[in-house]
């Protein structure tokens, strides 16, 4: 039957569980705008728009590949020059892997939506950390499958509750991902932590989806991948140049399979599903090379200028009344948790802040915490001086939120 001509396309019910807070907030900021307010961005991590730069370095190899004519497409696994670098570096921090286990991705994002792909079908749970990075719930509400979300606990520095790991572990379970260090928590775990988790992936045969993109961003030195503690493990890793290499519109990532033979099935459909999208952006893999083969001392200066904005974020923020914030240990993110009076969501006091003071956080609901714990996350990118203003800010709307809630979300 002809539908008629001015009824609107009918879009898959799919989408609207596909949610991801921290843009979705932005049209939000954009009206703020229009209103004719500043607003200042904590939302997005994105190093880029704060003055940090790309490493010159990659920047050439690129540039240079583009130049030489690498602009075709690529093989749909990527270069064997940076195959081969991402396996020696695995290699070397103790994950040994094979070049033809790696396979380069549009950034950690493409990764994790391949591995999930090759893992979970419609019906099928995979477990992710709460709060957890919304892609992974995104990803498995486009294909249908369940996101079971595993507390990790801000009493414990934000560390995984294992007890309830293991508990939400069934036979619908295709996968455990694990965000080490995490966003949006800032959390690195410690090792007793990693050997549980391996433990579990090893008895029960279910894999863990390692997001390691901030391993080489934690404040102490570069966090071990999590293959490192055995080599033999379920494990399939991702990372990218987005955070450490400070490149994230490239879309440069990889992911690389343990080298146990239980995992050559997941590998072999991975590839297949990759063959699908032809390849990952072509000269970008060009700077994967460069950056794993060249310098990296802009980590130092980087690492040094995260920790710095750590300390200034614990102090200002943890000096707020009716505030706190777990000390993070890697990153550019903190959680911090309001005290809400009654009735009122995470997301009353995040648009409030938004609205009356023009700044932009993302609501800890959008992270799959409860409306009611009143946790926000925060980027802590902005220059000190910057962060510093806009704390002083975020304390005088808080004290305004907490006497009178609905009058200080107004005005
Ligand atoms: C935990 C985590 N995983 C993956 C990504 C996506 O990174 P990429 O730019 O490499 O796709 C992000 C980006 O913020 C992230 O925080």
Not at 120 to 142: F, N, Q
Not at 242 to 267: C, D, F
Not at 383 to 410: C, G, M, Q, V, W
Request: net charge neutral.
């Amino acid at each position: 039957m002809p539908a008629p001509a001015s009824s609107s396309i009918r879009v898959s019910t799919r989408v609207a569980g596909f949610t991801y807070a921290i843009r979705n907030i932005v049209a939000e900021a954009r009206k703020v705008e229009a209103a004719g307010r500043k607003v200042r961005y904590l939302n997005i991590g994105d190093p880029i728009p704060f003055g940090f730069h790309t490493p010159p370095h990659l920047i050439e190899a690129v540039d240079r590949a583009m130049r030489d004519g690498h602009n075709g497409y690529t093989n749909s696994a990527g270069i064997d020059a940076a195959r081969n670098a991402v396996s020696a570096e695995y290699t070397q921090r103790g994950m040994p892997v094979t070049p033809d286990r790696v396979i380069l991705t549009s950034g950690t994002s493409e990764g994790i939506e391949l591995a999930i792909g090759a893992l979970a079908d419609a019906g099928d749970d995979v477990l992710v950390p709460t709060p957890t990075y919304p892609l992974y719930t995104a990803v498995l509400s486009k294909i249908g499958a369940r996101a079971v979300g595993y507390r990790t606990d801000p009493a414990n520095n934000w560390q995984p509750d294992m007890d309830d790991v293991r508990k939400l572990i069934g036979p619908a379970t295709r996968a455990i991902v694990v965000i080490d260090p995490n966003n949006p928590t800032g959390a690195v775990y410690p090792e007793a932590t990693r050997r549980a988790l391996i433990e579990l992936a090893e008895r029960t045969g279910i894999p863990i989806l390692a997001d390691e993109v901030y391993g080489d961003l934690a404040f102490d030195g570069p966090a071990p991948l999590l293959g490192s503690l055995d080599p033999d493990a379920l494990i399939l890793s991702f990372s990218s140049l987005s955070k450490a290499y400070l490149a994230p519109g490239w879309r440069a990532g990889w992911l690389a399979v343990g080298r146990s033979p239980r995992l050559n099935e997941v590998l072999a459909a991975i590839k297949k599903l990759a063959d699908g999208r032809l390849c990952s952006p072509g000269p970008m893999q060009y700077g994967i090379h460069a950056a794993l083969t060249g310098d990296r001392s802009h980590q130092r200066e980087f690492v040094r200028a995260l920790r710095e904005r750590s300390d200034l974020t614990v102090a200002k923020l943890n000096a707020i009344p009716g505030l706190h914030t777990v000390t993070p240990r890697a990153a550019f993110y903190a959680m911090p948790q309001v005290t809400l009076p009654k009735g009122f969501t995470d997301e009353d006091y995040v648009l409030g802040l938004l609205r009356t003071a023009g700044i932009l956080c993302v609501y800890g609901s959008g992270f799959g915490l409860p409306v009611d714990q009143g946790f926000f996350r925060v980027v802590f990118l902005a220059s000190p001086d910057e962060l510093s203003a806009i704390y002083d800010d975020l304390a005088d709307f808080t004290a305004r939120f907490l006497k009178s809630p609905t009058h200080a979300a107004r005005t």
